[in-house]
Every structure is written in structure tokens, then in C-alpha cells.
């Protein structure tokens, strides 16, 4: 990874048992074949991830499992934003002693109607406890869920603190001029997109990359887009890609995201048991798993399987 993040970030699922306990080994393997399909790198235990819904402890035997498992920790940007913020500092003190030095980190996000000086106190917090000059934060903005904003100032005032600290800014708002907004105030940080279709113009305005959901079955045309957005003899090939994220994308929508994504993934391997979800999710029902089958065999999604 250079100084400055760049590329196409995947938001991986977590695969479970039968128990839901987290199966390392096929995360380990699903992490392998999205650098295969052209990942620049792996944000394990993001939204997508299901987090949220995980313990401290079993995010930790995560991470070691998969760094375990040979993938390079410079690959890797893990969550390790919680409410509780001593759970913050053990999550990234954990990850940098794995030699994971990038993270993703959410605001602590239970509070709400927060001023920005509460968002930068605790950031400083976080980042004057773990005290590891390693350390390189992207911040995660995704106030549809979190209803917390990384607002500019939050953004301007650890910059001032911490400038080789924060890295970037995954923006999940899903408001693109909010994406080219941050791009264009702030050259020196990785601005990323949260969505997969947004990622192509958002490289086209100084954007970084993107960190996304649907990047786990659409990465080999994400890097597609990456690495042609800008040169005039890949356009048809840039387009052609760009026309099967939006697919793939309104796919993953079709019923709620992340079941869906987790169903998506086990189609690709032909695999059932990815549907498996963590509570409160609810997996796809066989008359949803069918539907989705017939919404990606068709053509125009470009799906690929195996």
C-alpha cells in the first residue's frame, strides 16, 4: 500500500457455522479470492461484515485467524470502531500488533445530536491511548445507520491533532457530492466510496477508490473501473464493467442488503451454507433464494460463478 490508500477495498462477509459462530477458514478462503479477483486489499468486520453484531473477542480470533491463514496483514483494514471506546483501543491496538496498520473506525455512535468537538475528543482519545506512530485511520462516515456525521469539522480538527493519523474517510452517506465535497477539501486523505456504483465518479474527482458490499462478487469489475476510469482506450471495457456493478448492485437491494450479499456470495461458490446470518438478521427464505438465482443468471448482471 502506498502513503496515500488507493484501490478497490472489499467489505467482506463473515461466513458462520451452524452455530453462527464465525468459520475462519472460509473467511480466510473467501479474503484469498477477492485479492485473486483483483482487491487491493480486505475491510474485514465492517457493516457488511456484520460487526456489530460479533463480540470483542470473537473479532479478534477473526483477524488472527485470517492473518493466520497467510493473508497479508498490509491488506487488510479491519473495523474497529465501537461505542465503548476502551473496545476501540483494544480492537486497534490488536490489529497493529498483527502488523495490521490501517483500520476502518466508527464514531462511538449510540449517543446522538453529538457536536463535533465530542467526535474529535473521542477520536483523540482513541488515537492518544493506542500511541503508535503505525497507526493510519479511515474514518466511517454512514450516518444512515450510525445517525452520527463525521462532519468537516470533526474532519479539520484531527487533522490539526493527528495528520499522519487519519488516513481517509469511508464515505457510506451514499450522497455523492458529499464524496466529491470531501475530495476536493481534503487532497491528502483517501476519500472512498461506500457504494459500488459511485466509485467511478468519485475517481473522477480525486477520489481514492471505494470500500463496498457488493465488491465481494463484483471486484474483478470494480478493478476494471479502477484502473481504466482514466485512460480514453478502456472506455468500452470501463463502461461494459461499470454497467455490471450498477447491476449487481440494485441485486444486492432487492431484498435486505446483507442477507442478500452473504446469499449472492454462496451462489457464486454454490455454497448455501454463506446465507447463514448473524441475529437479528434473517436469511433469504427458498422463494427468495430463487428469485435472486433467476435476477443472476440473467445476462445483464454479468455474474460469475465459481
Not at 483517501?190 to 477508490?209: H, Q, T, W, Y
Not at 471495457?237 to 437491494?253: D, G, L, P, T, W
Request: neutral net charge; contains cysteine.
Amino acid at each position: 500500500m502506498s502513503d496515500k490508500l488507493r484501490g478497490v477495498f472489499s467489505a467482506a462477509a463473515t461466513p458462520v457455522h451452524e452455530d453462527l459462530t464465525a468459520d475462519h477458514a472460509k473467511l480466510a478462503a473467501h479474503c484469498k479470492q477477492l485479492l485473486s479477483d483483483g482487491c487491493h486489499g480486505i475491510a474485514l468486520l465492517g457493516s457488511t461484515g456484520e460487526a456489530n453484531s460479533f463480540s470483542v473477542g470473537e473479532r479478534l480470533a477473526i483477524l488472527e485467524a485470517v492473518v493466520g491463514a497467510g493473508v497479508a496483514p498490509a491488506c487488510l483494514l479491519p473495523g474497529t470502531g465501537m461505542c465503548a471506546l476502551p473496545d476501540t483501543i483494544a480492537l486497534t491496538r490488536h490489529a497493529l500488533s498483527l502488523g495490521v496498520t490501517h483500520v476502518v473506525m466508527l464514531p462511538p455512535f449510540y449517543y446522538k445530536k453529538l457536536p463535533d468537538q465530542a467526535l474529535i475528543d473521542s477520536y483523540s482519545y482513541v488515537f492518544d491511548q493506542v500511541a503508535d506512530s503505525r497507526l493510519k485511520v479511515i474514518l466511517y462516515h454512514i450516518p444512515p445507520i450510525a445517525q452520527i456525521a463525521i462532519t468537516e469539522g470533526v474532519i479539520e480538527g484531527l487533522l490539526k491533532r493527528y495528520p499522519n493519523t487519519v488516513a481517509g474517510v469511508k464515505d457510506s452517506s451514499g450522497e455523492f457530492e458529499h464524496m466529491k465535497g470531501l475530495a476536493t477539501n481534503f487532497p491528502q486523505l483517501s476519500i472512498l466510496a461506500g457504494a459500488d456504483p459511485l466509485m467511478k465518479s468519485l475517481l473522477e474527482n480525486g477520489g481514492a477508490g471505494c470500500i463496498t458490499a457488493t465488491s465481494n462478487v463484483a471486484a474483478r469489475y470494480l478493478r476494471t473501473v479502477f484502473d481504466g476510469f482514466a485512460d480514453p482506450t478502456a472506455a468500452a471495457r470501463v463502461e461494459a464493467a461499470q454497467a455490471c456493478i450498477v447491476a449487481q448492485r440494485n441485486i444486492s437491494n432487492h431484498f435486505t442488503q446483507i442477507p442478500t450479499i452473504k446469499a449472492m456470495v454462496g451462489y457464486r461458490y454454490g455454497d448455501a451454507s454463506w446465507g447463514r446470518v448473524r441475529h437479528p438478521f434473517i436469511a433469504l427464505t427458498e422463494a427468495q433464494r430463487v428469485e435472486l438465482g433467476k435476477l443472476l443468471d440473467d445476462p445483464a448482471a454479468g455474474f460469475a460463478r465459481g
